[in-house]
T-cell receptor, first 117, second 113 residues
Framework: GNSVTQMEGPVTLSEEAFLTINCTYTATGYPSLFWYVQYPGEGLQLLLKATKADDKGSNKGFEATYRKETTSFHLEKGSVQVSDSAVYFCALSDNGGGGTSYGKLTFGQGTILTVHP | DAGVIQSPRHEVTEMGQEVTLRCKPISGHDYLFWYRQTMMRGLELLIYFNNNVPIDDSGMPEDRFSAKMPNASFSTLKIQPSEPRDSAVYFC???????????FGSGTRLTVV
């Protein structure tokens, strides 16, 4: 079945540091890949997505590239801010083959990011 | 659009009581999902609907949990009877098509004492 593995957290950085959160996946077919962010006390928000191999999703200074050869979708940001402190979830969506997995997102376990001033 | 709307935001109830959580998806979204989030287990998919029909309820923990979607604009998740281990944040999410990603509601924080 489909699965998503994220880098273990928590991750603690100083402001303006470079961020990488690793994400690898296992899926049949050609999934779409997503990063979601959850701020304290809120629901998950879509941060960025990529729908096919070599696509790069980007938003708010965050980027991730869909690497089919390494089955990865690592999240990066060149200079983090205190306001980026949140939990980040990598996810994939099964886009083919029908069945009960169709349309369903499979989430990683989440990575807690804390950014200090 | 107001987004996915969940109610109540917080619910405190006594063990054994019935609890009903409500969700209004975004208009035009054909998929609706119910998730539970806890520190121990993370995000768990409980059930999801496509065009108001339950597609996969394999994540519903036991018979005490039930979910309905009587029309395209409303869904409920019911727990009867509730137990302290049901304490969690319950999220509803909707999507307009497979592979499009979800829009989540703000969640209902349930505490069973």
């Amino acid at each position: 079945g489909n699965s998503v593995t994220q880098m273990e957290g928590p991750v603690t950085l100083s402001e303006e540091a470079f961020l990488t959160i690793n994400c690898t996946y296992t899926a049949t077919g050609y999934p779409s890949l997503f990063w979601y962010v959850q701020y304290p006390g809120e629901g998950l928000q879509l941060l960025l997505k990529a729908t096919k191999a070599d696509d790069k999703g980007s938003n708010k200074g965050f980027e991730a590239t869909y690497r089919k050869e390494t089955t990865s979708f690592h999240l990066e940001k060149g200079s983090v801010q205190v306001s980026d402190s949140a939990v980040y979830f990598c996810a994939l969506s099964d886009n083919g083959g029908g069945g009960t997995s169709y349309g369903k997102l499979t989430f990683g376990q989440g990575t807690i990011l804390t950014v200090h001033p | 659009d107001a987004g996915v709307i969940q109610s109540p935001r917080h619910e405190v109830t006594e063990m054994g009581q019935e609890v009903t959580l409500r969700c209004k998806p975004i208009s035009g979204h054909d998929y609706l999902f119910w998730y539970r989030q806890t520190m121990m287990r993370g995000l768990e998919l409980l059930i999801y609907f496509n065009n108001n029909v339950p597609i996969d309820d394999s994540g519903m923990p036991e018979d005490r949990f039930s979910a309905k979607m009587p029309n395209a604009s409303f869904s409920t998740l019911k727990i009867q009877p509730s137990e302290p281990r049901d304490s969690a944040v319950y999220f509803c999410a909707s999507s307009f098509r497979a592979g499009a990603g979800y829009t989540f509601g703000s969640g209902t924080r349930l505490t069973v004492v």
